[in-house]
């Protein structure tokens, strides 16, 4: 067995609730076929933490999605990437994704540059790729170095942010593809009286990452398990759920376009969403 010990496990990123069988019956099936590989110190079961930036960081990380900003940045060189799943929401592209820029049906914005000024954005967090980073990109050309945004409120999550949109608390948010359609599909009251305005610039989807420190035949492991997921017949309908149509196998570099965005915001004179 190669590098026994305590290891972690989870897939936060798109575990909503009414999901959470299906992500249960994926993470079980990894397992088993990491077992089958010969690797020790599995845990039982994935994972639900509260604390995922402590999550990413821990060394005993078998394997866990994060967000691509994080990867790009605060994470860069502290985690190894495995693989990027693609998903079959409007909005992806293979491993490619954008968010959808979602509005009151009633507001009578046609474009983004009709919310100048005016509008409140509902942001997920200042760490989210979706939710700011592509935002922030799609914002900088227009905003011509000002303040672009009425008011910026952070609520925790794209679900939160649907509902502040609906409440009238905010009038933008920037909703990860993949969440809307997953909510389009299990909890459609999320998007009642919402319309998309626009969609972002993308960039590569929600990444897989496992600890730096493991070595790379754990790696391959981890690789050959994920795509033993897409060729049970047994684990359709999870995938399906779940949207998940195959994993890419990236190379970190391809992530760097996340930072670049972020750069580019900066050069335009709009360094932080506002």
Do not use: K
């Not at 993949?178 to 009251?189: F, G, K, N, S």
């Amino acid at each position: 067995m190669r590098n026994s010990g305590p290891r972690r496990l989870a897939l936060p990123m798109y575990d909503l609730p009414e999901l959470e069988w299906a992500t249960g019956a994926l993470a079980a099936s990894l397992l088993a076929g990491l077992s089958n590989a010969g690797l020790g110190g599995l845990p039982q079961a994935r994972e639900q933490p509260d604390d995922l930036p402590a999550l990413w960081r821990d060394p005993s990380l078998l394997l866990a999605q994060t967000c691509g900003y994080p990867l790009a940045t605060t994470l860069r060189g502290q985690v190894r990437l495995v693989a990027t799943p693609c998903y079959t929401a409007p909005g992806c592209d293979g491993p490619q994704m954008c968010s959808a820029i979602v509005v009151r049906a009633d507001d009578p914005a046609r474009d983004l540059a009709g919310l100048r000024g005016r509008a409140v954005c509902a942001l997920n967090g200042h760490d989210s790729n979706s939710g700011m980073n592509l935002l922030r990109a799609a914002v900088a050309p227009l905003a011509g170095g000002e303040r672009f945004f009425r008011d910026i409120v952070v609520t925790g999550s794209h679900a939160a942010s649907l509902g502040a949109v609906q409440a009238g608390q905010a009038d933008i948010a920037a909703i990860d593809c993949v969440t809307l359609e997953l909510l389009r599909r299990v909890r459609p009251a999320a998007l009642a009286g919402l319309r998309v305005l626009d969609w972002t610039p993308s960039s590569p989807g929600l990444p897989l990452v496992m600890a730096r420190g493991r070595d790379a035949a754990d790696r391959a492991a981890l690789r050959a398990a994920l795509d033993g997921l897409l060729l049970d017949p047994a684990l359709a309908g999870a995938r399906d759920a779940l949207l998940i149509e195959r994993f890419a196998f990236l190379d970190e570099e391809e992530y760097a376009i996340i930072a670049e965005m972020e750069r580019e915001a900066g050069a335009l004179g709009y360094p932080v969403l506002r």
